[in-house]
C-alpha cells in the first residue's frame, strides 16, 4: 500500500512539497451523473425548470469550481490551469444527466482534485436548479476516470471508455 504522503512522521496533516517534482503537462477526466425522474430530466433538456439554463448554468459553476479548487479543498495545492471544461449527456433511459470534466495544466502536481471539483459542483448546480421539481435526485458515481502526466504516469480506470 502507497504511504500517504499528506501525513508528516508524526501523523500530521501537512501540504506535500511539490517544490522538487519536474514540471509536466497533466491532464485528469473525471465523471459523475444526476439520477432523476424522467420527467425531470425532460425538463431540463427542455429549459423548462423554472430557475433556467440547468445544463449552461452547471458548466460555468463546474468550470469556476475547478479554478478553485485550492480555495476548498485544505491541503490541495492551487494550480494554473491552461483548461477546463464540463461536458454533459442525457441518458434517458436511466433518467441521468451524465457528467464530465477534463482539466490541464503545466506543472508539478496533477490535477485530479480539479476535475473531480468540477463534475461535483456541476452535479450540485443540477441539483439546487431543479430542486424545487424533484428533491429526490441523486449525485452519484463521481470518479476519475483517466489522468496523465506526472512520475507516477497515466492511469486508466477499469472499465471506463475514455479517449
Known amino acids: 500500500m502507497a504511504e500517504l504522503t499528506h501525513l508528516d512522521p508524526h501523523g500530521n496533516a501537512r501540504m506535500v512539497d511539490v517544490g522538487a517534482k519536474q514540471e509536466t503537462e497533466r491532464v485528469a477526466i473525471a465523471r459523475a451523473e444526476v439520477r432523476m425522474r424522467p420527467e425531470t430530466l425532460a425538463l431540463i433538456q427542455s429549459g423548462g425548470v423554472p430557475k433556467g439554463d440547468v445544463i449552461g448554468v452547471a458548466r460555468v459553476a463546474g468550470i469556476m469550481a ?6 476548498l479543498i485544505p491541503l490541495c495545492h492551487p494550480l494554473p490551469i491552461t483548461q477546463a471544461s464540463v461536458d454533459f449527456a442525457f441518458d434517458e433511459a436511466g433518467g441521468r444527466v451524465l457528467i464530465e470534466s477534463r482539466v490541464s495544466t503545466v506543472g508539478r502536481t496533477g490535477v485530479e482534485m480539479e476535475a473531480l471539483t468540477a463534475c461535483s459542483v456541476a452535479a450540485l448546480t443540477i441539483y439546487d436548479m431543479a430542486k ?18 506526472g512520475k507516477s504516469g497515466t492511469y486508466v480506470r477499469p472499465g471506463e471508455e475514455v479517449e
Open 66 to 71: 475547478a479554478k478553485r479548487t485550492g480555495e
Open 132 to 149: 424545487a421539481v424533484d428533491k429526490g435526485m441523486v449525485v452519484g458515481e463521481i470518479r476519475l476516470v483517466k489522468k496523465t502526466g
